[in-house]
């Protein structure tokens, strides 16, 4: 759609309009630059059954041609007229279903229409919006009863391998809750628990029971309990993709053969069924110990179906996390919801896909993914120095459009976990110029700008265990040492920023449930900000890339901020003010940030 001079895109596709609860909506605009300025304001004109108001809209993505702006509309029906005004210095633009151009020529503006059924509206849950994860791997995070270790358990600073056990259980999470209350966690990932021949437990022998090198049903749920007790909410990890090979219907079909019940439950490709010296049935990334299910067969997915049903009603778990899901058929999915949401429709239901998740996110199947996608712009940005600013400002701006906003407000955001290389050691080999012993804390400091946007950005920032003091390691199993408890062996700077910045994030609704607001990226200078807004409240966030200290002007303008306007920064109690619709900030120390609300 284009005016005499301006040229804009709106479509009824869900990047550019779709509700975010039954009488909410979020519209977007995209207006191209083409070389001219952005525009002075954009506003949208609405009527939903009664009058029309307007409301301004912000720039929520800047790409290097266009820029995004975005509302969330609050509406007393789930239906909604509307069109859009654009300001620039010498033109009143308003688009609608037709457009027209105000001022220099008058067009009818015909409006554009949308509604909804409220009840299929998309629904994430409200917790997760203000949960901060940790990712547990039990098995290495604390020995709680050294009387359920494997024989062959190692000592607990042995390095990892494939196989080895160091003997972490249950009850070892359960004694350090009062290391994760003082971290600021709300929620856990466990790895799975169910029984296993292995330290990992994606290889399943049994999912109705817990692993007993890691307790027993009776300590899981003395577990449940003092979390929630706590204030934190658990999630487990499961795969119904395949099984292992010690899995009872496995086993059964390793030993009748032809005659087993259960041989429709694998792909098996000839009988009699052997595992080596090559396995006879489809195996997961050709693992032999990994067997493939057969979901599609009714009985298994009956059975699957089973197990998330037990977990979550007998145990009042809050989540799965759901591994290989892209390998099971979407019709599964759909099922699976359908069965956990009946339980508890609080319950959290995450996918470890690693690339575009649209295709699991339409509101039948889960609430979010691992957000893979975050994690890789963030390290290429901050660690392996890949892109510009203004590159990131594109790259993470294109990744919010891909999603509905209640999905952008619920995605699982990483930086690192059992499957990757550590946070610390993604940053060291990036810079092992840094790298000698006398210098490790140089390695630490340039990780700061990446940590306060991961506990400033939208979606819900997930911890692996032991980066917040500094371990490292990977890929696997390097990743998967035992957590360190010696205090004289761990970052203290590091925990401490990490405990600050969660507290700061559990203490602002901006920070937890607001829009997200490029305001500049600076490659010259090496500076990012941006705002988060909920409602009338406002949160800014300054990172400084560069190895210098500086003063910085941040323009804020289209946030329409009055001028004298006083922030304080949260991290250091720094005092700034706008002038002449522009922060200025005294100082802004080199890799790092400031997180500055209103002075009231």
Not at 69 to 75: D, G, I, R, S, T
Not at 106 to 125: K, Q, R
Not at 555 to 577: H, K, M, S, W, Y
Not at 579 to 600: H, Q
Request: with cysteine; glycine share 6%; charged share 25%.
């Amino acid at each position: 759609m284009k005016g005499k001079d301006l040229r804009i895109a709106h479509r009824q596709s869900q990047r550019y309009i779709h509700p975010t609860g039954p009488n909410k909506v979020l519209v977007r605009l995209r207006i191209y630059l083409e070389g001219a300025a952005v525009p002075e304001s954009c506003s949208i004109l609405y009527s939903s059954g009664s009058g029309w108001h307007s409301s301004p809209m912000l720039i929520s993505v800047m790409t290097r041609d266009s820029v995004y702006y975005e509302v969330e509309l609050e509406l007393p029906n789930p239906m909604v007229k509307y069109y859009f005004e654009v300001k620039t210095e010498t033109t009143l633009y308003s688009y609608g279903d037709t457009a027209g151009v105000k001022d220099q020529q008058e067009v009818e503006i015909i409006p554009f229409v949308f509604d909804w059924v409220p009840a299929e509206v998309f629904i994430t849950p409200e917790w997760v919006r203000e949960a901060v994860f940790y990712q547990i791997f039990p098995e290495r995070f604390y020995n709680g009863n050294p009387k359920n270790d494997p024989k062959e358990t190692v000592p607990w600073d042995s390095s990892p391998s494939a196989t080895n056990f160091f003997g972490g259980d249950l009850e070892g999470i359960e004694k350090k809750i009062p290391y994760l209350v003082d971290l600021g966690i709300t929620a856990v990932w466990l790895t799975p628990i169910f029984t296993s021949v292995s330290n990992h437990k994606y290889n399943t022998s049994d999912y109705m029971n817990i692993d007993p090198h890691f307790g027993d049903k009776k300590t899981f749920r003395r577990l449940v309990q003092k979390l929630h007790d706590n204030g934190i909410r658990i999630i487990l990890d499961c795969v119904f993709n395949h099984t292992g090979t010690n899995f009872w219907a496995f086993r059964d079909v390793l030993k009748n053969g032809e005659a087993s019940r259960y041989k429709d439950w694998y792909y098996i490709n000839e009988f009699p069924v052997q595992i080596e010296p090559r396995p006879t049935y489809e195996c997961w990334w050709d693992i032999p110990d990994l067997p493939k299910l057969r979901v599609p067969n009714p009985e298994v997915r009956d059975y699957l179906l089973s197990v998330a049903a037990y977990w979550t009603e007998e145990f009042e778990i809050d989540g799965w996390r759901l591994d290989v899901p892209n390998e099971v058929s979407h019709d599964f999915w759909v099922e699976f919801r359908k069965v956990v949401k009946n339980i508890n429709p609080d319950c959290y239901i995450v996918g470890e896909i690693w690339d575009d998740g649209r295709p699991w996110l339409q509101g039948d199947q889960f609430d979010a993914v691992m957000n893979y996608l975050f994690r890789d712009n963030v390290l290429d940005f901050f660690a392996r120095k890949k892109m510009g600013v203004s590159d990131f400002e594109q790259h993470m701006g294109i990744l919010r459009l891909k999603y509905q906003q209640q999905v952008n407000l619920s995605l699982l955001n990483l930086m690192g976990s059992h499957d990757t290389a550590r946070m610390l050691t993604v940053f060291k080999e990036e810079r092992p110029h840094m790298a000698s012993a006398s210098e490790p804390e140089n390695i630490n400091r340039k990780m700061r700008p990446a940590i306060i946007f991961q506990m400033t950005y939208l979606g819900a920032p997930m911890i692996y265990y032991g980066d917040e003091i500094g371990m490292m390691g990977g890929p696997d199993p390097g990743c998967r040492k035992a957590m360190v408890w010696e205090v004289e062996e761990q970052d203290k700077t590091l925990l401490d920023l990490y405990t600050a910045l969660i507290k700061l994030r559990k203490e602002s609704e901006p920070l937890k449930k607001g829009a997200f607001l490029p305001l500049t990226a600076d490659d010259a200078n090496k500076v990012y900000a941006f705002a988060r807004k909920f409602a009338e409240q406002l949160c800014l966030v300054v990172l400084n890339l560069g190895s210098k200290d500086l003063e910085c002007s941040i323009p804020v303008r289209l946030l329409g901020l009055p001028e004298g306007i006083r922030f304080q920064d949260a991290l250091t109690t720094q005092e700034c003010a706008v002038k002449d619709n522009k922060l200025v900030i005294p100082l802004l120390e080199a890799d790092f940030g400031a997180i500055l609300t209103p002075i009231i």
